[in-house]
């Protein structure tokens, strides 16, 4: 059988009807991206009578080769430059082209054209919205197997996979958005779980010391007293902390949280820091804070503070010595804090400040919401600081902020 | 009755519960001398008497063991699974006392040999409840393996 035969016996009228036919099937059918370019081109194949047709899909600066029928050239995944060949000059004109003899015509490679046996051609582009996608392109081993009718055939498919396509690349835009939802909702969840337990631990400490003072309050010494009253303080402190970490991280993702710089004592903000934290027995805090002034938001400036001392608090053991140091230098101030506790893993120490990450010693066995260290990273990081943890001479975590400031030594 | 050299071993990292926990053991009138350990690691060198806890006479090997779950460096799971791999340790009576009310955790731990999973109650007086309760059954009721020091 000749393709002249067959094309033939396809009459125009019932030509269009099989396109209008192939559209329906297509537009009913569920969105398997592959069989529909894998139709689409054995369709125009048909209706063009032609011995191979070929969907090449735009990729950069390449055409792959993604739907192959009958006998063509290009096996699938194949690349072609869109500088060369019939179906580059389609993409670059955003025109049909259509080459009747490969021997005489200059646009095409003869030697190939002979090596693989194709004689005439027919390349249009697939065009949606003004944006070329790819080409489909049906091959002949004989010259002028392709009439001014193909090529309407042939721009007709071209568009409805075109559509097709815009469609799928949509669709599949939306998925990739469902899963990042979903991903976030999971985080969510994990960091509600860990916030929840975050929270009743130091209420727990609150309603069981409140309720020790009041049934016990006269059987115990003085110091008992002190010590239970600065439990609870500390447990409420720990709360206060945390909600406050919370609206932060709300502000944050909502993108409302406003910098004031103005000139900040940092000695004295990180003196206040200090005396509002309740260390427990054992602890000791070591500050050696020579005057300093940068120009900072007090609010924030302190919310770092309070995070960084907060976190050596809480995950160093009960003897741990705690050093807080300011080092003014020429152009900028660095705030030192570091514990002689259990350091920091070398994996953790870029990953300690990604939201909801804590150190991979923690996990699953100290919770935490892991956000008081992502905060003040992103906190210092509005004031065009910097953040890095390392791990301390002699055992334990030694955490930098540094902060370019216009030092001015004050008395 | 309860003898006032049964050590028993008290792992939480949060050094208010351990007070809380303390002053439970106080109220309830159990003599037993506490050892409070804060992290799994310091449970697990107190157990295996290494480091600071060389000395068996001043840090012996308990006759019951409290385990928080979530703690740093070593959950208390991790502790008991190790505990009961050790042929000195491994009979001594293990309770989970931990705020985790995961179905995994209490599971995890009765498999790994736990003999009692009992929530931290919210509250001084629940949690005196929960001591009196242990000290009685654990302490007084229940007669316990001998133990062998390491």
């Known amino acids: 059988m000749t393709k002249t035969e067959f094309r033939g016996s396809i009459p125009s009228r019932a030509r269009f009807a099989a396109v209008v036919a192939a559209q329906q099937d297509l537009g009913t059918s569920l969105l398997d991206l592959q069989s529909v370019m894998d139709v689409v081109t054995e369709r125009a194949r048909e209706l063009c009578g032609a011995s191979g047709a070929v969907l090449e899909l735009l990729d950069g600066d390449d055409l792959v080769a993604t739907a192959v029928a009958g006998s063509a050239p290009s096996s699938k995944g194949q690349r072609v430059a869109v500088a060369a060949s019939l179906s580059g000059l389609a993409v670059r004109t955003r025109k049909a082209q259509r080459c009747d003899n490969a021997e005489t015509d200059d646009r095409v490679d003869r030697q190939a054209c002979r090596r693989v046996g194709v004689r005439s051609m027919a390349a249009v582009p697939l065009l949606h919205d003004g944006a070329v996608q790819g080409v489909l392109k049906v091959l002949s081993d004989e010259p002028a197997a392709f009439t001014d009718a193909d090529v309407e055939v042939l721009e007709l498919m071209a568009g409805l996979m075109a559509a097709v396509l815009a469609r799928a690349q949509r669709f599949a835009a939306e998925a990739r958005q469902t899963a990042a939802l979903r991903d976030l909702d999971e985080l969510k969840g994990a960091f509600l779980t860990a916030a929840s337990h975050d929270l009743r631990s130091p209420l727990a400490g609150i309603l069981g010391f409140a309720e020790l003072l009041e049934s016990a309050a006269d059987q115990l010494t003085p110091d008992k007293i002190r010590t239970y009253a600065g439990q609870i303080q500390s447990s409420a402190r720990q709360v206060q902390r945390l909600i406050a970490n919370l609206l932060d991280v709300e502000r944050l993702s909502q993108g409302a949280i406003q910098v004031r710089g103005e000139p900040v004592a940092l000695h004295e903000l990180v003196r206040s820091v200090i005396d509002g934290h309740v260390l427990g027995t054992g602890r000791r805090l070591v500050a050696d804070l020579p005057a300093v002034t940068v120009d900072a938001d007090p609010a924030l400036l302190k919310r770092v503070i309070d995070n960084l001392i907060g976190n050596a608090v809480k995950y160093t053991p009960a003897d741990a010595t705690i050093w807080v140091r300011l080092e003014p230098a020429q152009d900028a101030v660095e705030l030192v804090v570091e514990d002689d506790g259990h350091g920091v893993a070398p994996d953790d120490v870029e990953r300690i400040f990604e939201p909801f990450q804590r150190g991979s010693d923690q996990t699953d066995k100290s919770p935490g919401t892991g956000v008081g260290l992502h905060l003040a990273a992103r906190f210092v990081e509005v004031h065009e600081g910097s953040i890095w943890v390392e791990n301390r001479d002699g055992g334990g975590a030694s955490f930098h902020v540094r902060l370019p400031a216009t030092t001015e030594e004050k008395a | ?150």
């Not at chain 2, 050094?15 to 992290?39: R, S, Y």
């Open chain 2, 1 to 150: 009755m309860t003898s006032n050299d049964a050590t028993i071993l008290v792992a939480e990292d949060d050094p208010g519960h351990a007070m809380l926990i303390e002053e439970a053991f106080a109220a309830a009138q159990l003599a037993n001398p506490l050892k409070i350990v804060a992290d799994g690691e310091e449970t697990t060198d107190y157990l295996s008497g290494s480091g600071q806890y060389a000395d068996r006479s001043a840090h012996p090997v308990p006759v019951l063991v409290l385990l928080d779950i979530h703690m740093p460096r070593k959950s208390g799971l991790d502790v008991l699974e190790w505990m009961r791999q050790q042929p000195e340790l491994k009979r001594i009576p293990v309770i989970m006392l931990t705020s985790s009310e995961d179905d995994r955790d209490i599971d995890r731990a009765y498999e790994l040999g736990a003999n009692s999973y009992l929530i931290k109650p919210v509250g001084f007086d629940a949690l005196l409840d929960v001591v009196r309760t242990l000290g009685l059954y654990w302490l007084v009721i229940s007669r316990l393996p001998s133990v062998d020091p390491p």
